[in-house]
């Protein structure tokens, strides 16, 4: 059992399984969800405890860590009177792996110092999945010894952590890392549709390409599903956008154009439009189609 004891604020489909591995790696944990009803039933599955508030669950932790949704419920649940930094002890070190802008990061970042709370930003990549089964990657922004305390917490549900640089590089990694995964869909959407007009067995494109140059997470994982009309893996479009458009504003700041970025965005947004912002990332191979209705 490790001496240290962790909060975790935000069951999602990310943090309820990043929370049980913090649990059964021995870590005491607290856990605070909005919906109250999640919390009971992650308290049932792994024995933790539970709090009513964010400043309930970050009392006498040592890390606290949060997984929500954008920038103003990251805001909700770390200021005012029930907020986390109203109990955080002296010392402390509150983590941030929901997806959110570099300025936000760095804005903690101050709020913090005023509290004498050290801060990291830390994003994750890895989905559902990957937080399942302890495989997240997690990007990080922040001062270099926090970093080293907390790294071997994160080595309860992640393969690979990282320090960018101070806060906010963790938040723009993450950035870089969605734009990536925005070409790859694209241009594997491209790719598929013109299998399948081919007359190809996309099973068989798959097998012979993924151990070559055009190889991808995206094409091993998802190919089969989109040619099969399979859309429903947890990462929604309602998310991507909200991911997208972070990016794009970062680069506004740096005078860049994203023109792939945008044109997939922009997809996205005309998906949404037709209904549907909760499926799965992948169903950028049905934008076209919908185009040219």
């Known amino acids: 059992m490790s001496s240290l004891s962790v909060a975790f604020v935000g069951l999602g489909v990310m943090g309820y399984p990043m929370a049980g591995h913090l649990k059964r790696a021995g870590y005491k944990t607290t856990v605070f969800n909005r919906t109250t009803e999640k919390s009971i039933k992650w308290v049932n599955d792994y024995q933790g405890e539970l709090a009513t508030t964010p400043k309930e669950a970050a009392e006498n932790a040592d890390v606290v860590f949060i997984c929500v949704g954008n920038d103003n419920d990251v805001r909700s649940v770390v200021y005012g009177e029930s ?3 109203a109990s955080l002890k002296p010392g402390a070190i509150l983590v941030d792996h929901t997806t959110t802008s ?7 970042a101050a709020a913090c110092e005023r509290h004498n709370v050290e801060f990291i930003d830390a994003p994750v990549s890895g989905g559902q999945a990957g937080a399942e089964n302890g495989a997240l990657t997690v990007m990080c922004g922040g001062n270099s010894d926090t970093f080293e305390t907390v790294k071997p ?9 990282s320090l960018l640089g101070g806060h906010g590089q963790g ?6 890392n ?8 694209q241009g594997l959407s491209e790719a598929l549709t013109l299998a399948e007009k081919a007359s190809l067995d996309v099973a068989q494109v798959v097998e012979t390409l993924k151990h070559g140059a055009a190889g991808s997470w995206q094409m091993e994982n998802r190919a089969e599903t989109m040619a099969n009309d399979q859309f429903d893996f ?9 991911d997208l458009g972070i990016c794009l504003e970062e680069a506004k700041r740096y ?3 994203l023109p792939l970025t945008s044109q997939v965005d922009s997809d996205y947004e005309i ?3 037709h209904g549907l912002g909760n499926m799965d990332t992948s169903i950028l191979i049905k934008a076209n189609a919908i185009k040219s209705v």
């Open 234 to 242: 947890g990462f929604a479009i309602d998310l991507m956008r909200k």
């Open 178 to 185: 969605q734009i990536c995964i925005a070409g790859v869909l």
């Open 171 to 176: 938040q723009r990694c993450k950035m870089v």
């Open 153 to 161: 917490v994160f080595n309860a549900y992640a393969k690979q952590s």
């Open 83 to 85: 907020g986390v930094l």
């Open 255 to 257: 005078q860049l154009e």
């Open 102 to 108: 570099a300025l936000l990061a760095i804005e903690l």
């Open 271 to 273: 998906l949404q439009q």
